[in-house]
């Protein structure tokens, strides 16, 4: 008799439908979402690298105004050296130079990030060669013109997909032969290093930037890698000494460092601790989709009980009892609830794997292992099964007079 009457009030059954399904739908898919975009951001912060400190040059002042971190030109290749051979725990060491400029391929002719490196520069941030190679350390000593290509450089020059190695490209003016192209990274904050072209340190200093200190080479920041990351802390501290001691600082004096260590793991800390605060945000504005779905619920089931006192009129004037009707409004509650539900969480998690893909640039979403997700599909369920069924008893009852 329960399928009969939903079955002959399709418009009331589908409402009432709608809300539970809008309510779980919502819970399920931001709350995924919002994990798996916490959960990519750590995967990516974490590709990065742990163990790595880096040192930037300091900030150079125009009247008074200061410049961005690394303009001026107060660490030297010297001081990269100097890191490598005295900091305990130090595993590798890579110096670089930073700086726009015209890159012009055939017709093409695009402003790009180039970074004058050396050859620690692939392993210390994890980042290799996906066709071609690097440059070498003869090739780095002799300042060879060579060029290695992000892909997405290589793709606004050359055509998507092209083959780059034995192309030459002119960097402001110069002419490099490309050999290589690096591996696809991804944006990394407000840099990406797909869009980057990678040149020998020497080269770079000598022909595009020019801008050598009083001695040695400027450079505009040096990166660490420690061995393990519990030395981090302590490769941090003595880099900071040392540096103090080579550009003569004395902070007991007054002195301010021209130079800023940043540690790797702090930063990823602190971007960890802030997605799992805007997951939060996301539960808590799912929670408020829930609650509002459940009182779209509670109203649909109070009209579908006031739309029927003349049939429980009717139904008790013939002998039938209060424990009867209620058996059918319930059957009626629990009907709709798991139709409902199980519609709900299919399109919750349909959503869930098909929104980043397409949204956010999230490729996987590993979430249907996850106890938590499964846990949040249980509660959800069980939610608005709780406020349906508990919202027809209580207005079933009620007009019953039980």
């Known amino acids: 008799m329960a399928l009969e009457t939903l079955w002959s009030n399709k418009l009331r059954t589908a ?5 539970i399904i809008i309510g779980i739908m919502a819970v399920i898919a931001v709350t995924a979402i919002g ?20 040192v930037q040059a300091g900030a150079s002042r125009s009247g008074a105004v200061q410049q961005g971190a690394g303009s001026a030109t107060t660490l030297t290749l010297e001081d990269a050296e100097a890191i ?12 670089i130079l930073q700086q726009s400029a015209q890159v012009v391929y055939g017709e093409n002719n695009d402003s790009m990030t180039i970074i004058g490196t050396d050859v620690n520069y692939p392993d210390v941030r994890n980042t290799h060669p996906q066709t071609g190679r690097f440059f070498t350390e003869e090739e780095v000593k002799a300042a060879k013109p060579l060029a290695v290509l992000g892909p997405t450089a290589r793709d606004e020059l050359l055509g998507s997909g092209s083959i780059a190695e034995g192309a030459q490209i002119r960097i402001s003016g110069q002419t490099y032969d490309v050999i290589g192209v690096m591996e696809t990274k991804g944006a ?15 080269n770079m200093s000598a022909r595009l930037v020019g801008n050598n200190a009083v001695k040695g080479i400027a450079i505009r920041g040096i990166y660490v890698k420690v061995k393990s990351q519990e030395q981090l802390d302590a490769a941090q501290y003595q880099t900071t000494n040392l540096l103090r001691v080579r550009h003569g600082i004395y902070p007991e004096k007054g002195d301010k460092d021209d130079f800023r260590t940043v540690n790797s793991a702090d930063i990823i800390n602190t971007l960890t601790s802030t997605s799992k605060l805007f997951t939060v945000m996301i539960v808590a504005v799912a929670v408020i989709s829930l609650i509002v779905g459940g009182i779209g619920i509670a ?32 059957a009626e509650a629990v009907v709709i609830a798991v139709i409902g539900g199980v519609i709900g969480i299919g399109l919750g998690i349909a959503i869930a794997f098909a929104a980043p893909s397409c949204l956010i640039g999230i490729e996987s979403l590993k979430l249907k292992h996850s106890e938590k997700f ?9 939610c608005a099964n709780w406020i349906t069924m508990k919202t027809t008893f209580l207005l079933a009852r009620s007009f019953c007079h039980c």
């Open 299 to 330: 109203n649909i089931m109070l009209v579908s009980v006031v739309e029927r006192t003349r049939e429980i009129g009717i139904r008790k004037a013939i002998g039938a009892t209060s424990t009867a009707i209620l058996s059918q409004f319930l």
């Open 35 to 54: 994990q798996g975009t916490q959960k990519a951001t750590e995967q990516q912060l974490q590709s990065l690298g742990t163990d790595i400190l880096q």
């Open 15 to 19: 409402l009432t439908m709608l809300g």
């Open 188 to 202: 990394q904050g407000p840099q990406n290093p797909d869009e980057q072209i990678y040149i020998p340190l020497t």
């Open 84 to 95: 490598a051979q005295q900091v305990l725990g130090v595993d590798r060491v890579s110096a």
């Open 374 to 382: 499964l846990m949040l599909i249980n509660q959800s369920l069980y």
